[in-house]
């Protein structure tokens, strides 16, 4: 009986890190915020892309990899224009259910995916370099079958349940975001070996509703996307807490420029469901100073052109040149900000 | 007092066994861990098995690609998942054997046996398959469940032999030995496998499956001609008992090497199936060679378990039992080992090593 109460009570906590995950919530900087004008570079993808796209990310040459479910999982790179490249790890292990794609300073492309519990590292040639996370053995899998991949906390040292994200710091320590399955962050280092693991689901300091995104600025931070709790918690390189923004509503994705004043972005992505009474109070893209202070605010939710349906990751590589993944609406857009003609409203 | 006295006894045991494996020679070696080219858009997977041929032409079974459900009547079927590349003697791409194959699901080992027959054991189809050099099926051992349940709970329930979600075919001989009132893990008189892990032949051509590192814990012996003549073995820690059976292979002289994984032992018996005696203070076998030629050596694999970066080192054992030495670590770096699967040391210097965890194949060349 009394492990009843406590089951149900886990019950209702999933539920509401379920509701508060789909986030909707309105963010406390937006009406204080300034807008920044932005156009939109119509149909730079000269490919179309048949699916969810989950993951967008440029490498130092302007080339964009998009990470798509389509009928299979693809990773798709395309040139400085958009003309398509090619597709990397075409019938890999390791792509079932793809979540992020992520580029590292050596242009090495890193595909993170959910649906194998697998982070592939991709050299610029397309060779698989590393593989982190282990993809379940799938007959142990069956008398699972069907679940809904829900939070278990299993925090093991070599194995991801649903990883969302991929970071490194400036030694090449290797940050992952662990995810829906479970909710913390891993640290290992360049060869892949596990350091650290933090987090378990909650919302206390260090815990996590579903970290949705990562990135890791010059100095070593450590920035979650704490999406299910609407904030950012930011940590530093040994995983400890060091503060937290919670004024940019749900981050479903976070990215930090390059160059010597970095900037982090935060997208407060309009939920799946296409639930309108949500789409006045999200879908817009937040610049911040790294230290938290919100510079300016972009975009909104909705279907059409020049709007954001859900975000679900942002490469801003050139602070000015945004690139965004919507899965609703099948799309990758490339967004170019014109801050210096900021408005005051 | 008694289990005081047990308990001492295996802590020096243990503090023996430790200090016997760090004493052991380290043998110097080189890896090339990027010789193979495949075609475009074509990846290696998770590494269960390699395995050359005569003319050093290279066999690699991997888990690549999915295993897909496919929604029929009331029931769900699956295929796909693994796949069989040749390379030639460079590592460079020849062909693929048995692409589509029904029972190509989980890769888990390749052998080739001496009339240069390459032999597929999947731990998914719960099948062995032998094909030519022309990749026609010449034989297959075990039958894969006609289809798998999703739904626990409902549907045909899993049972004996079968692993636990995935339903025995149509009048399904349950394996699993012990659930049916037999003895736990002895299987039964035929080739109905649970998740089988290795195969190997004597010198007349009998076929020895090592069933498994699923709830059987047996070796079933065929004929050449793949008839049933018998089997031996069960769950235990005792002589002829086994834990996770992941390897097997004979010598010239028909013994028998089993590496039981759980016991952290290769347990050899002589050609009647008798226990002779085992090694031990190699960790925990994974993957097993035998080379040829007139001296021929052992090489045992103590993987890393999935959840660590212990371990990992290869052995070189003597026939007579002696460890000669070792070489490797666990890790993920080129010349690094991630779960090792699969060796193969036709000639004893030069060994192919296959690794679940790394998706890669390397080529080790001991100084």
């Known amino acids: 009986m009394r492990r009843l109460a406590v089951c149900s009570a886990v019950g209702v906590l999933l539920c509401a890190g379920f509701l508060l995950a789909q986030g909707g919530a309105p963010a406390k900087a937006k009406a204080t915020t300034p807008e920044i004008p932005f156009e939109i570079v119509a149909n730079f993808f000269k490919t179309p892309l048949l699916g969810e796209a989950v993951g967008v990310a440029t490498n130092s040459k302007g080339h964009v990899f998009v990470e798509v479910r389509s009928g299979e999982t693809k990773l798709m790179e395309f040139d400085q224009n958009g003309a398509f490249v090619r597709e990397l790890g075409v019938g890999s292990y390791g792509m079932a259910f793809g979540h992020a794609v992520r580029v590292d300073r050596y242009d090495n492309i890193w595909a993170v995916d959910e649906g194998t519990n697998v982070i592939m590292k991709f050299s610029p040639e397309g060779k698989i370099l590393m593989v982190l996370g282990k993809r379940p053995d799938p007959l142990e899998q069956l008398a699972l079958m069907p679940g809904g991949g829900q939070y278990s906390g299993a925090n093991k040292p070599y194995s991801f349940h649903r990883q969302t994200d991929v970071a490194w710091d400036a030694q090449d320590n290797i940050f992952v975001s662990d995810g829906y399955g479970d909710s913390r962050v891993v640290k290992y280092d ?8 933090v987090g378990t689901r909650g919302n206390g300091p260090l815990q996590f509703s579903t970290p949705h995104a990562i990135a890791v600025d010059a100095k070593g931070l450590v920035y979650v996307a704490d999406r299910g709790n609407s904030r950012i918690q930011v940590l530093d390189n040994d995983l400890n807490l060091k503060t937290i923004y919670d004024n940019v509503g749900a981050p ?35 610049k911040m100073e790294l230290d938290g202070t919100v510079l300016g605010r972009f975009g909104k939710a909705g279907h059409g052109p020049k709007e954001f349906s859900s975000i679900h990751q942002m490469d801003c590589r050139n602070p000015n040149e945004i690139y965004v993944a919507e899965i609703t609406e099948w799309r990758a857009t490339k967004v170019l900000l014109r801050p210096q003609q900021r408005t005051n409203n | 007092m008694r289990r005081a006295l047990y308990l001492c006894a295996a802590a020096a045991v243990i503090a023996a066994a430790t200090l016997s494996a760090q004493s052991v020679a380290s043998i110097n070696y080189d890896a090339n861990s ?13 590494v269960a098995g390699v395995a050359t041929n005569s003319r050093g032409q290279l066999f690699v079974y991997t888990r690549t690609g999915h295993a897909v459900a496919t929604l029929g009547d009331e029931r769900t079927f699956y295929h796909g998942g693994s796949r069989l590349f040749q390379f030639d003697q460079t590592g460079k791409f020849v062909k693929e054997i048995g692409q589509g194959a029904y029972g190509m699901n989980f890769a888990q080992q390749v052998r080739v046996d ?29 039958r894969k469940p006609e289809n798998i349940g999703v739904r626990p709970g409902a ?20 394996g699993g030995g012990g659930r049916g009132g037999g003895t736990p893990g002895a299987g039964i008189n035929g080739d109905t496998f649970n998740r089988p892990s290795d195969v190997a032949w004597d010198r007349a051509g009998n076929i020895y499956i090592a069933d498994g590192f699923g709830p059987n814990s047996r070796i079933a012996k065929f004929t050449k001609d793949g008839d049933f003549v018998k089997t031996w073995g069960q769950t235990g820690s005792g002589q002829g008992q086994f834990n ?14 089993v590496a039981d994984a759980g016991n952290n032992r290769i347990q050899v018996f002589d050609p009647s199936m008798t226990f002779k005696s085992e090694i031990r ?76 965890w790394n998706w890669r194949v390397q080529k080790v060349t001991l100084r």
Request: aromatic share 8%; net charge negative; hydrophobic share 35%.
């Open chain 1, 190 to 197: 360049k060869t892949g070996r596990f350091i650290k693991s």
């Open chain 2, 155 to 174: 549907g045909i329930p899993a049972s004996g032999g079968m692993p636990q979600g995935v339903a025995p075919a149509e009048g399904g001989r349950g």
């Open chain 2, 281 to 356: 203070n190699i960790g925990t076998p994974q993957a097993l060679c035998l080379s040829s030629g007139t001296t021929q050596y052992l090489f045992s694999s103590n993987s890393n378990d999935p959840e660590s970066m212990d371990n990992g080192e290869i052995y070189k054992i003597g026939l007579n039992g002696q460890v000669l030495g070792r070489f490797g670590k666990a890790g993920k770096m080129p010349k690094e080992f991630g779960m090792v699967n699969a060796i193969d040391c036709r000639t004893p210097n030069n060994l192919v090593v296959g690794e679940v």
């Open chain 2, 244 to 257: 996770k059976i992941r390897g097997l292979v004979i010598d010239a002289a028909d013994n028998i090497y």
């Open chain 2, 114 to 142: 001496p009339q240069d027959n390459i032999w597929v054991v999947d731990s998914g189809s719960n099948q062995v398959m032998k094909f030519d050099t022309e990749g026609r099926v010449l034989l297959v051992l075990g």
């Open chain 1, 252 to 286: 479903w994705a976070v990215c930090i420029s390059e160059g010597a004043h970095q900037y982090l972005y935060s997208s407060n992505s309009f939920p799946t469901g296409n639930n309108f009474d949500q789409a006045g109070t999200t879908g817009e893209i937040y």
């Open chain 2, 34 to 46: 990027d010789f193979l080219v495949l075609p475009p858009n074509t990846h290696l997977g998770e």
